[in-house]
């Protein structure tokens, strides 16, 4: 039996936004100037991040805030924009007998559909199909973000909204952010230093570190923030990694820093996705400039045809001799995760755990899950920690799982022909069974809060309307709701909706114009 050693001494292994966002929750909640714990990040000057993750969550608003740093400072110093969800193009493949899809685009917005956990609008919806989109007439924020409306106004307080929202933003810079607030603010210490050996006492629990300038860093608890060197649960535990490419195919980013023509130059409200024959290219809007990508299969394309698409998506704006001048960077990847992410005294957060394409910008949300799951249910001595480790295997568990799954949802609903890429992408085999399970399903009911089985999960029902309907899903068996007080309770909620869109897009400016003022004046104070 193990003695029921106090856990006092945290050491993060492994910097970037990973280690430095979790240093950040963790002196928080522990209070390090007050309490004796202590928390130790150690990273090596030899490692560059890699630096993806743009898009982030609204959750981030809340992370922001109770870790101490103001939205006007953060804004500034990460050159972040506002997101109000994500924007599909082209992903439907053919044109849409739907009138209002006959762009081939719509929007998973990060607002919840009117009075969602009361009524489910998705069956009241239906017969008004071919005059307005799913997330026009239950939310306002599609229509504002197609309008390029900021989501809050000079005068709303720092955090709070008026429509729901988390961020675009420079993850160097917001990584640095992260370092001095940790350092400065919030008591972490920080070494820079190469880790030579991973040392294990007798019970298998990592003892210490050894560094080659510091010698040994001992500690209680080890967090692997590595990165895809996944230096602790990898390399020292061997902790199995298990591939999901047979699910999602993609496997390599090329990523490209793009200027704007003008610094004045509007701001999307969303992160927009536009499918391409064997992956998809994101574009993201910051204030001083656009972060844009192409993530693709390797085994369906070349990385120089790759390459070539991106650059032509980007002479569409840049025109062809600045999008032939820009740099590129080439990330590659093995989609996936660990089948275990805490093992012994040692836990797995960020890349180190898993990754997979962004598609909905999972990664941050994911780094902020798991550092808050640490923070809220951090072992007091090592007897506990077995049982919060399992509970944070299984939860974590539960996020990958369902990630893939949504992700997933997003491809096989498309019906794009012009690649085996795609029909790959439908192929029985390539689709998770609780996927196959659930379309089965959906054809004949909507989706809401009963099929979500897992608890607390990372993506609602309303997450799953939002791309269903927006790639024209239909159930086959269409049944009459004959309770008149929900219908009329629904005919008042599109009512509302469509008052509520008008007024806010009366009032709300475009999101670089917002910018702008925060710079200048900043957002009230909470």
Known sequence: MRVKTEIKRIVIVGGGTAGWLTACVLAAELDLINSD??????????????????????????????????ENEFISTCDASFKQGSQFINWQGQTATNPVYAQDSYIHPFTLPQDFQNINLAPHWQEYSEQVNFADAVSSQSVLSKLGK??????????????????????????????????????????????????????????????????????DLFVDCTGFASLLI?????????????????????????????????IASCTLSTAQSNGWIWDIGLQSRRGVGHVFSSEHTSAEKAEQQLRQYLTATLGLKKAEELTSRTIKFNPGHRKKFWHNNCLAIGMSAGFIEPLEASALALIEQSAMFLAEQFPKNRSTMKIIAKRYNQTTSQHWTQIIEFLKLHYVLSKRTDSQYWFDNVATESIPESLIENLELWQH??????????????FPAASYQYVMFG????????????????????????????????????????????????????????
């Not at 991040?49 to 103001?70: A, F, N």
């Not at 009963?450 to 990372?458: G, I, K, Y």
């Not at 024209?472 to 068996?477: A, L, P, R």
């Not at 009329?488 to 400016?509: D, H, M, P, S």
């Open 37 to 70: 714990f202590s928390i130790t990040l150690v990273e090596s000057s030899d490692i560059n991040p890699i630096g993806v993750g743009e898009g982030t969550w609204p959750t981030m608003r809340g992370t922001l805030k109770k870790i101490g740093i103001s």
């Open 445 to 458: 009911q909507y989706p809401y809060h009963a099929d979500q089985v897992a608890r607390n999960p990372l």
């Open 150 to 219: 900021a989501p809050k106004l000079i005068t709303t307080p720092e955090y709070s909204f008026i429509s729901n929202y988390g961020y675009h933003l420079d993850a160097g810079k917001f990584s640095g952010l992260l370092k001095k607030q940790a350092k400065d603010k919030l008591n972490v210490n920080h070494i820079i230093d190469n880790v030579i050996a991973v040392n294990n006492d007798k019970n298998a629990d990592i003892s210490d570190i050894e560094t080659e300038k510091n010698g040994k860093i001992a500690g």
């Open 234 to 266: 990898g390399k020292h535990y061997n902790i199995d990694f298990i591939s999901k490419q047979h699910q999602l195919f993609n496997n390599t980013a090329i990523a490209i820093q793009a200027p704007y023509n003008d610094p004045n130059d509007d």
């Open 471 to 526: 790639m024209g899903f239909k159930s086959s068996s269409i049944t009459k709701r004959n309770n008149k007080i929900i219908q009329q309770k629904a005919q008042q909620l599109f009512k509302e909706n469509i008052q509520r869109t008008q007024q806010q897009a009366a009032v709300l400016t475009s999101n670089r114009e917002l910018l702008n003022k925060v710079k200048k004046f900043g957002f009230a104070k909470i």
